[in-house]
């Protein structure tokens, strides 16, 4: 492989899954199923107050859930999509927006943490229209968190969202997924994928090996993260 030294500060500032993370739906790969149905949703106001999206590491749980939260709260959506040039959207991809919450289960999975989401979701959305709360990895929670989380998601405010990410289904409560509209990701395939790398790559001005971005695409397992 051929062009900017990885040594560069500038070059490695930034890793490529976060730089090339998809920003619309328009963006998102191997997983239209989900991406046309959401957009749809937003297009036409119906918003459900939660969801559940399950499926593999690097399918685009957590990147989907971001889009959401973008969109609900865009000024100017453009047939379901986030325009990313609002004010609302400017300051969503710069991480400056206070009324998406992301709390990742993993490392915060105990009744505290739930407790403290159940303090303050009645509180009216500071900056947008919308208050979204991301909860990734959301089988780590301990039983006592999901039993407390599951009231609030019985009789959540009007302007709150609630999208849960996990790769392990099986673990979340039932009377949880039960209140949640459900997608499964699928893995990535390793076509899509290929045709992904090579877009980026073009685009960052790096000379590859097709055979090399394929060997890449097919050992990644159908994440698009790894890859």
Not at 13 to 31: H, T
Not at 37 to 45: A, D, E, M
Request: hydrophobic letters at 35%; charged letters at 25%; proline letters at 4%.
């Amino acid at each position: 492989m051929t062009g900017q030294a990885i040594t560069d500060p500038a070059f490695a500032a930034q890793v490529f899954y976060r730089k090339w993370r998809p920003s619309s739906f328009i963006q998102l790969v191997g997983q239209e199923h989900v991406s046309s149905t959401l957009r749809q949703s937003i297009k036409q106001g119906r918003i459900s107050h939660s969801y559940l999206f399950c499926g593999p590491r690097g399918s685009g749980k957590t990147t989907t859930a971001r889009i959401i939260a973008k969109g609900v709260n865009c000024l100017d959506t453009q047939e379901g999509d986030p325009c990313d040039v609002c004010t609302n959207c400017r300051s969503i991809n710069g991480g400056q927006f206070m009324d998406i919450i992301e709390l990742d289960a993993a490392s915060n999975r105990g009744i505290d943490e739930i407790r403290d989401i159940r303090e303050k979701v009645n509180f009216a959305p500071a900056q947008g229209q919308r208050k979204v709360y991301i909860i990734d990895e959301a089988h780590m929670l301990t039983d006592a968190a999901s039993n407390a989380f599951l009231k609030t998601l019985e009789e959540p405010p009007p302007h709150v969202i609630f999208v849960q990410c996990t790769t392990e289904a099986h673990r979340i409560l039932p009377t949880i997924i039960s209140r949640c509209q459900r997608f499964d990701f699928r893995r990535i395939g390793s076509e899509v994928i290929y045709g992904r790398l090579t877009d980026i790559t073009e685009a960052e001005g790096v000379n590859v090996d097709p055979e090399a971005i394929r060997l890449v695409a097919h050992h990644a397992a159908g994440s698009l993260r790894d890859a």
